[in-house]
DNA sequence: GGGGAGAGATGCCGC
DNA sequence: GCGGCATTTCTCCCC
């Protein structure tokens, strides 16, 4: 049986397929794109996803969502693995020149990763170190999503001014003070109040992002993101979920 | 030659590196993950990318960027892959429990993608057919890096008013009105102008970003990003750099 | 299902 | 190298 074959019958049989060849790829869907012949992997996995990765670099060249429909053709110009999505509003074709290897398997994972240091942690963090944002600093909610937007941390300060924090688990950018701002303008239209503060909290900022800053009156707290995972505690739970598919 | 011992080799040789495992996986660096035992496809690139990625999904579930360093271990408590990168500030450790398939070849491949529908050729498109904008509307320039920041089209309107736009290939979002307000302000207080129009030129934008825009005073104009890739013009010019590493 | 926002974002291009 | 920003961003969460 050759690799034709051999990737039809996993497609149907829902494995994972691997393989390496020589090929030439045209997407069309939100953008338009078109890779001239080289030596890819291609990966399609259970759900349907399509990855093709070039010899470098994290990010796949071309790729299609889970859900995906794939057909493998013969045509007289060659093979061909054609893709559609989105009722063919995405759609992915690539002209297998030479296949290198191939290889199809059943792989068994229900796992989540578990994540810690993220800006949700952050915020938590922060909500019960509050002196870390400023001294004087007292939290009233955290993550409010509801009232005045998607605040990471709302409070008061040592002067009874109404705080409006955002957290960035990275160095600081103008996008986070944009963003800052507008929680700000949000807070002061839903309460009804002239002043507001702002304050940026992350481990760094950019030099734009502190001119910003500077001109619109917030100001920077200077807070890396924590790391402590209970890798003891998550494994326990996760192992209660691990039943896989 | 065992599975490890052939990873060992293709790692010397700089080869694609593609195998299955039932894998346990941490990670310490910019955060911190746990990742429990389960089955995955792993790929180590010639670049020394590392990828991990479980069934579903287009997103590797944990990785190393190019340029780390791998080595394979046998210790008495079994087989681990271990990932260093940036002088050991990021790390990975991967239990391999078992081994399903490995694959390792040379793989050789040193062409770029050709991207049509982005960004850059909207706002082209649109410099080249301005009332498309807005009737009246007059160019003065395009991808502004240097004077007031990166503001993507800058001219007049038929009132001869300064005319900041702002183009989004995607529905456009809070974000974009960030943006689009931001460059408005900078080109203010670059030219001392107090007037300054905005303009967010996309294919549809989002319900909070539509309040925006009206809060802030500022248009919208529905364009949609150009997709039109001359694919003959690129065949031919990316073969003359098909030469493979 | 769509909107809003984070991400170990990645990648690209400019200085 | 860093900074600023687009991305076929992807993914999650919540309405």
């Known amino acids: 049986m050759d690799e034709v074959e051999r990737i039809r019958a996993a497609l149907a049989n829902q ?22 012949p ?11 996803t399509l990855l093709i990765h070039q010899p470098t670099g994290s990010a796949p060249v071309n790729y299609m969502k889970a859900h995906a429909t794939h057909s493998l053709v013969r045509e007289p110009s060659g ?12 759609s992915l074709t690539m002209q297998i020149h030479r296949f290198h290897f191939c290889t199809t398997s059943k792989l068994a994972d229900g796992l989540k990763l578990r994540l810690a240091g993220t800006e949700r942690e952050m915020s938590d963090f922060l909500y019960a170190n509050p002196h870390l944002v400023e001294e004087g600093f007292a939290p009233l909610s ?12 709302f409070g008061h300060d040592r002067n009874g001014n109404l705080v409006v924090v955002e957290c960035k688990r990275y160095q600081a950018d103008p996008k986070a003070v944009d963003q800052l701002r507008r929680y700000v303008e949000k807070v002061k239209a839903a309460r009804g109040v002239a002043r507001v503060r702002g304050i940026l909290a992350a481990p760094d900022v950019s030099p734009k992002a502190a001119a910003m800053l500077h001109d619109y009156g917030f100001s920077f707290a200077r807070v890396k993101p924590p790391q402590r995972l209970d890798v003891g505690a998550s494994q326990a739970r996760l192992h209660e979920f691990s039943s896989s598919p």
């Not at 994972?16 to 869907?29: C, D, N, P, R």
Request: no cysteine; hydrophobic share 35%; net charge negative.
């Open 15 to 36: 494995e994972t397929i691997v393989f390496g060849a020589t090929v030439e790829v045209t997407y069309q869907g939100r953008a338009q794109s078109y890779l001239a």
């Open 38 to 48: 080289g030596d890819r992997l291609i990966i399609i996995k259970p759900d349907r």
């Open 79 to 90: 093979v061909y693995l054609k893709s559609s999505a989105d009722n063919g509003r995405e």
């Open 142 to 153: 955290r993550e409010e999503h509801t009232k005045v937007g998607f605040v990471d941390l």
